[in-house]
């Protein structure tokens, strides 16, 4: 087997980790349940629980990987006590990799066909029902589904090919730096639109009225399923760039780094949303609608809009390939080490795979729209987004954790001495129990929301 590959920089780690963690939820979601649960006094119970449930569980997936410099199919085997059966996850989180992409790849896809559609002026001048209809037409097109799922997936894969410095962290950082950039420039676009600031006021002014409306609670429930499926955590896919780190810095300080880019990210999005969408009076609302009709209908309508809606798209497929890029990654290290392959037949291998197993959620809207799975209405895509997000991710959370802070895992001290060793902020001894017990409890809390 080669020596294992690590990453040219520091900056190139936190930008491929952050690129995993900053998906399409950032922009579809994020803003949308901030301007629902209270704004701003929301924010701060999300940035609380980023810093009590999100971070330390990253920075535990983190040194499981770097403690055993493997993919986390192996990663278990070299870390558990001789005769436990941790390793059985690993294999889990690798099913869930792939899982994720069965459905990531196609939204994917139609980012990039939103991005081309803007390009080549696809959408000026139609009126918003014109914009509502292409969504759907779209949506019943097989052709189109298929053809822009390919193209993320091959796309994916030869970046994946070429090699961790030269290709996955050498284009990752490109994209992540374009996207911060086309956000910022997009952002300051939003806040000097006449009645921009109107909707900054609803996006970022702590409501404690809305906050009593919508209940206490379910603003904490809201804010820790936030803070939680926003980083990808519990399927490895963080476990695999902790796999290629160096031990100059601690775990945790690594860890709020990727988190505050993150959020960063998050926010961001909402200063590019929440402004355009009440200058141009249209509710911003939550999921595919938001990013499919409503902000196209606001582009539209907007003085030169083909290039602002073009650059949406751009950033928008910037965010969804830079999550591609980090799992694809995951895939074919997993692959390397357990078939013993070569990266170039790994990533050939998995091209071929990883177009099959996309197939159904492609197909999910016009083909196989009669299969509802979870109930009338349902796709394939939420059926696939379900498995993933409220089964795999909390659970898979949970077995991180215990591993690594109990003594029939690989035991706190271990887990400690890992996580501390570099420069930067340390995991205190005074956090154990909050570690071990508390945590496990809000993991389980999480989980069974999703599931109710």
Not at 48 to 65: N, T, Y
Not at 176 to 198: D, N, P, Q, W, Y
Request: proline share 4%; aromatic share 14%.
């Amino acid at each position: 087997m080669n020596q294992r590959e690590t990453f040219g920089s520091r900056l190139g780690f936190l930008l491929l980790s952050a690129g995993c963690a900053i998906g399409i939820g950032n922009v579809w979601r994020f803003p949308y349940v901030v301007g629902q649960n209270g704004g701003g006094a929301f924010v701060l119970f999300y940035l609380l629980f980023l810093a009590i449930m999100g971070v330390p569980v990253l920075s535990m997936e983190f040194a499981v990987g770097r403690a055993s410099k493997k993919s986390p199919v192996k990663a278990y085997q070299s870390l558990e006590k001789p005769g436990s059966k941790w390793h059985l996850h690993g294999y889990v989180a690798m099913a869930g990799n792939y899982m994720l992409m069965m459905f990531y790849t196609t939204v994917a896809g139609w980012m990039l066909y939103y991005f081309y559609s803007f390009f080549i002026g696809k959408f000026s001048g139609l009126s918003s029902e014109q914009v509502g209809a292409a969504f759907g037409e779209m949506l019943a097109s097989p052709g189109i589904n298929v053809f822009w799922m390919m193209v993320v997936v091959v796309v994916g894969i030869l970046i994946c090919s070429m090699g961790l410095q030269k290709g996955v962290e050498r284009i990752t950082k490109g994209m992540m730096i374009g996207l911060l950039s086309l956000m910022i420039v997009m952002a300051v676009r939003g806040l000097t639109l006449k009645g921009g600031m109107e909707g900054l006021a609803f996006y970022l002014y702590p409501d404690f009225e809305k906050m009593a409306e919508v209940g206490i609670g379910n603003v904490i429930v809201a804010a820790m399923n936030q803070s939680f499926f926003t980083l990808s955590l519990g399927i490895g896919a963080m476990a695999i760039f902790g796999s290629y780190l160096g031990k100059d810095n601690t775990l945790l300080g690594e860890a709020v780094n990727v988190a505050v880019l993150d959020t960063f990210v998050a926010i961001t999005a909402g200063l590019i949303i929440f402004p355009a969408c009440f200058a141009y009076g249209v509710n911003p609302d939550s999921g595919p609608s938001l990013v499919f009709i409503t902000l196209p209908n606001v582009f539209v309508s907007m003085a030169g809009g083909r290039v602002w809606g073009s650059l949406f798209f751009l950033f928008m497929s910037f965010a969804a390939f830079s999550t591609v890029i980090a799992v694809f990654e995951n895939i074919i290290a997993c692959c390397m080490e357990l078939f013993n392959m070569e990266r170039k037949n790994a990533a050939r291998l998995n091209m071929a795979l990883l177009v099959i197993l996309s197939l159904p959620c492609a197909l999910g809207y016009n083909v196989l729209s009669s299969f509802e799975p979870l109930g009338a209405g349902s796709s394939v895509l939420d059926l696939e987004d379900f498995i993933v997000s409220n089964l795999l991710l909390p659970l898979g959370s949970l077995v991180y954790l215990l591993f690594c802070t109990w003594k029939f895992g690989w035991g706190m001290e271990n887990y400690r001495n890992e996580a501390n060793e570099g420069r930067g902020p340390k995991v205190p001894v005074c956090v154990q129990n909050y570690l071990k017990f508390v945590l496990p409890v809000m993991i389980v809390l999480v989980f069974l929301q999703g599931v109710l």
